[in-house]
C-alpha cells in the first residue's frame, strides 16, 4: 500500500483510463476525488466502489476557469489536504478542416492545456504544504513510486520529468531536454 495517508485528484475519472488510476489509487491505499463532467459514471463509479477505499464524486466541468479552485477546496474540505494531482481528462471532436470552428478546436485546449494550468495553479498551495506524519511502515525512499509521508515534516514535491512527452529518437529536441524537469 504505497498511498496511505495520500489523497488524489483525478480529471476524467469516471471513465476510460482515469476510471483505472482511479481503481488503481484506492488499491494503493489513496483517498479520492473524481472529477468529471460525466454525472451518472461518476455517481455509479463511487458507489461501486465505496468498499474499497474513500473517495468522492465531483461533477465538474475542468475547461471552465473556475472549477480549477472549486474542485481543490472541495477535495480538501472532504479529505484535509492534497497530495497527487492527475490531469487525465481529455477532449476533442474531429472535423475536416473547412469545418473546424473554433469552439472544436478549443475543446482540446479548454480541457486538456488550459485545465491543467488551472489544476496545478489552484492545487500548487496545497502541493507545497509539509507533509504530515504517518505512522503507516513506509518503504526506504529511494524505492518510493510517489512521496509519502515521514516523520519529519518535509514539502511536497512534484517532479514531472518532461523528457518522458518528448520524442525520444531522430525527432524534436528530446536531447537538450533529456535532464528537464518541472517542479513545484
Ligand atoms: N485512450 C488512448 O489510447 C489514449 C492514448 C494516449 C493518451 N490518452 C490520453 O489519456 C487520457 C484519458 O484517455 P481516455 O481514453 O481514458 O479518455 P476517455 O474519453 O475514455 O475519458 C475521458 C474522461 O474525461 C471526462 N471529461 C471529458 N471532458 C471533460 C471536462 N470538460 N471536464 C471534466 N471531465 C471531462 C469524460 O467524461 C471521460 O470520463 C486523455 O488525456 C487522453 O488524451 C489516451
Not at 69 to 80: H, P, Q
Request: glycine share 8%; net charge negative; aromatic share 4%.
Amino acid at each position: 500500500m504505497k498511498l496511505i495517508n495520500k489523497t488524489a485528484i483525478v480529471t476524467g475519472g469516471a471513465g476510460g483510463i482515469g476510471q483505472g488510476i482511479v481503481r488503481h489509487f484506492l488499491s494503493e491505499g489513496a483517498k479520492v476525488a473524481v472529477v468529471d463532467i460525466n454525472e451518472d459514471q461518476g455517481d455509479k463509479l463511487v458507489a461501486e466502489l465505496a468498499d474499497l477505499g474513500e473517495l468522492i464524486f465531483i461533477r465538474k466541468d475542468i475547461s471552465l476557469p473556475e472549477s480549477a479552485a472549486e474542485i481543490v477546496a472541495e477535495t480538501v474540505a472532504r479529505f484535509g489536504g492534497l497530495d497527487i494531482l492527475v490531469n487525465n481528462a481529455h477532449a476533442s471532436k474531429q472535423a475536416p478542416i473547412l469545418e473546424t470552428t473554433p469552439e472544436i478546436w478549443n475543446l482540446s485546449f479548454g480541457t486538456g492545456t488550459l485545465a491543467t494550468l488551472y489544476l496545478m495553479q489552484a492545487a500548487h498551495p496545497e502541493l507545497k504544504k509539509p507533509a504530515a506524519a504517518s505512522s503507516t511502515s513506509d518503504p526506504a525512499p529511494e524505492s518510493r513510486a510517489c512521496p509519502t509521508r515521514s516523520p519529519t515534516p518535509q514539502p511536497r514535491r512534484l517532479s514531472v520529468p518532461l523528457a518522458a512527452l518528448l520524442p525520444t529518437s531522430g525527432q524534436g529536441t528530446a536531447s537538450a531536454s533529456t535532464s528537464s524537469a518541472l517542479s513545484l
